[in-house]
């Protein structure tokens, strides 16, 4: 008898076919910018050393990104089809995306002392009216607050995936055993 994989599974892997048709776009897009556009491997000198790194290789991982977006993909129609092997890719994938948010945010936070705003009494000094002084000054804070929205706005349904990937009831619908039909959720 056949098992029956639950419909929140098959419908999460869909799900994340989808996302890693999208992904796999994005990386051949990518791809394509780094060989069309070269000087991209040259950013602001002024730059971190990781942001300048991250430039020196982005064709490199930009090539990286497809075949990782095709694994992803691959993975989730297993996932969907209730295969265990689709779970593990998929949680190994979203702990990746887990940590590259964190990364994100670390170089997000790295770049900030190389925004070089004129402080609030030189913008003043220059004849910029106090009040729009008072704003540009207030620009590097509203960057560091931003960074850490787009962490979170991307960490948290990420993480919220990973521990719905690890649950009890997806682990048993892709158990695989064949002795027990699951019924759908």
């Known amino acids: 008898m056949a098992r029956t994989v639950p419909s929140n599974v098959r419908t ?3 799900l994340c076919l989808a996302l890693g048709i999208l992904a796999t776009l994005s990386g051949a897009m990518a791809l394509a910018v780094a060989i069309l556009i070269p000087d991209l491997r040259h950013p602001f000198p002024q730059s971190s050393l990781p942001v300048r790194f991250l430039g020196a290789h982005f064709t490199q991982l930009a090539g990286a990104q497809v075949p990782l977006a095709v694994l992803f993909s691959a993975g989730s ?3 969907a089809r209730g295969r265990e ?3 593990r890719v998929l949680v190994i994938m979203f702990w990746l995306a887990l940590l590259y948010c964190l990364a ?3 170089l997000w936070e790295l770049e900030l002392p190389t925004f070089h705003a004129p402080s609030y009494s030189e913008m003043v000094a220059q004849g910029t009216p106090p009040r729009e002084a008072r704003v540009f000054a207030a620009v590097p804070i509203a960057m560091a ?3 850490l929205i787009v962490v979170a706005f991307y ?3 990420v993480y919220l995936v990973i521990r719905w990937l690890r649950s009890p009831t997806v682990v ?3 158990r695989g055993d064949g002795q027990q039909s699951l019924n759908a959720t």
Do not use: K
Request: charged share 10%.
């Open 12 to 14: 999460g892997g869909y």
């Open 77 to 79: 129609v297993a996932f």
């Open 85 to 87: 092997w689709g779970r």
């Open 104 to 106: 994100f945010l670390v």
């Open 145 to 147: 607050v931003g960074g």
């Open 155 to 157: 960490g948290v349904p």
């Open 172 to 174: 048993e619908a892709c």
